[in-house]
């Protein structure tokens, strides 16, 4: 089964091409599993060997400011605008609490590959490459949201044409969906004036850190960022919400609590794409439940199970423990989160504000 296993794994790198290692999906980003670590399937160059040793400097979201769009003498004055995304987002939670997970997720892929500049709405670009960031391994299939930012979009344009970037609404929403699915205990402050971005590639996705990650690859991935690891422990919270696919964890189903696994195992019954609640306890509320989760090894992923790890055990067990700290830790970090890589009015090269957001201005 293994063998098997591994000789697909080369085959659909040698079909997918150089770029796919390139991408690092295979060598690295930990979104496929390798029975063994096999290095020719790695050139070198790969992300592997690019994975920063120290963290990079914080994001300092120099240009963003709470309110961005309420100051009458600014000409990005657009009143309604941050009222628009939350009724969006408050109206599709209501109908349907997975798709808040949704939104939630879409704000830290999209602030993860080339900054919080919507990047990930895009399906045509500046280079007219098919090839956005929505076809890379970890968004394909599997993001979802996306009709509420382009229905609070619209509803925008109409009020305010060409004011309020699509990049600032995706901030926008997952700071809502997190107020809602939280039960109005999160309450992220959330600054504006980002600009959206002309250009989204699928193979960068490789920057999102994968389902398989160990914790120094976690640490890695986050501290390319600016982010630190008590953040990465913080944010991977989320995983209190929404779903995953059986493909990301029935590997590992004899490491879990036994009844859970046998849980899942049922659930998934042998297909990988069936979907799973991430929380069995309390899937649709955004708590710290996570945590306790963790430690009783009823979490999915490998990426969640090694937070019980020395190195993040004290923060896991903060988290689980002390009412309201993981919660206002969250707020932070959420924020913080989208400062990354940002495209502002001072830094308008290759920037703008889209009039829809799956597509470049022309
Ligand atoms: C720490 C590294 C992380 C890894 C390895 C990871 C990986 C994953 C994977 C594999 C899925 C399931 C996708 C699928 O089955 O199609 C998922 C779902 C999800 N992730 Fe993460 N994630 C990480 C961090 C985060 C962060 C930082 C956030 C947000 C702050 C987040 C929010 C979510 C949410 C809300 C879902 C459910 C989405 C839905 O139901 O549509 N994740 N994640």
């Not at 770029?19 to 790695?42: E, K, Q, V, Y």
């Not at 990930?120 to 930012?149: A, C, H, M, Q, Y």
């Not at 640490?219 to 422990?233: I, R, W």
């Not at 937070?307 to 903060?318: I, Y």
Request: proline content about 5%; some cysteine; charged content about 25%.
């Amino acid at each position: 089964m293994a063998t098997k296993l591994a000789a697909l794994i080369v085959l659909a790198a040698f079909l997918a091409g150089p770029a796919a290692c390139d991408g690092a999906s295979i060598c690295f980003s930990g979104w496929l599993r390798l029975p063994t670590f096999n290095p020719l399937l790695c050139r070198r160059g790969s992300r592997m060997n690019r994975l920063p040793r120290q963290r990079g400097p914080s994001p300092s979201g120099l240009g963003l400011s709470y309110g961005y769009y309420d100051n009458r003498r600014s000409r990005s004055y657009c009143p309604r605008a941050e009222g628009i995304v939350r009724g969006a987002v408050r109206d599709a939670v209501a109908a349907y609490p997975g798709i808040g997970a949704g939104l939630i997720r879409l704000f830290f892929h999209d602030c993860f590959v080339r900054g919080c500049d919507a990047s990930v709405l895009l399906t045509t670009t500046n280079s007219n490459n098919s090839d956005t960031e929505r076809e890379g391994p970890p968004n394909k299939n599997s993001l979802r949201g996306f009709e509420v930012i382009d229905a609070a979009k619209a509803a925008i344009e109409a009020a305010c044409p060409g004011t309020v970037s699509c990049a600032d609404i995706v901030a926008f929403a997952a700071r809502d969906a997190s107020y809602f699915l939280s039960n109005r205990r999160i309450n992220i402050r959330m600054p504006g004036g980002r600009y959206d971005g002309r250009e989204s590639f699928a193979n960068e996705t490789d920057q999102l850190p994968g389902p398989f990650s160990n914790v120094t690859e976690l640490q890695a991935s986050f501290a390319a960022k600016g982010l630190t690891s008590d953040e990465m422990v913080v944010l991977s919270g989320a995983h209190t919400i929404g779903r995953a696919r059986c493909m990301f964890f029935s590997s590992r189903l004899p490491e879990m609590d036994p009844a859970f696994a046998a849980k899942l195992r049922a659930q998934c019954n042998g297909n990988d794409d069936t979907n799973v609640n991430q929380d069995d306890v309390t899937p649709n509320v955004l708590d710290k439940r996570y945590y306790q989760n963790v430690i009783d090894r009823k979490v999915l992923f490998t990426s969640d199970a090694v937070l019980n790890s020395t190195e993040t055990m004290m923060q896991v067990r903060e988290n689980a423990n002390r009412a309201g700290a993981w919660e206002r830790k969250f707020e932070r970090a959420m924020e913080n989160m989208g400062k990354i890589g940002i495209k502002t009015r001072g830094d308008q090269q290759g920037a703008e504000i889209r009039k829809v957001c799956s597509r470049v201005n022309n």
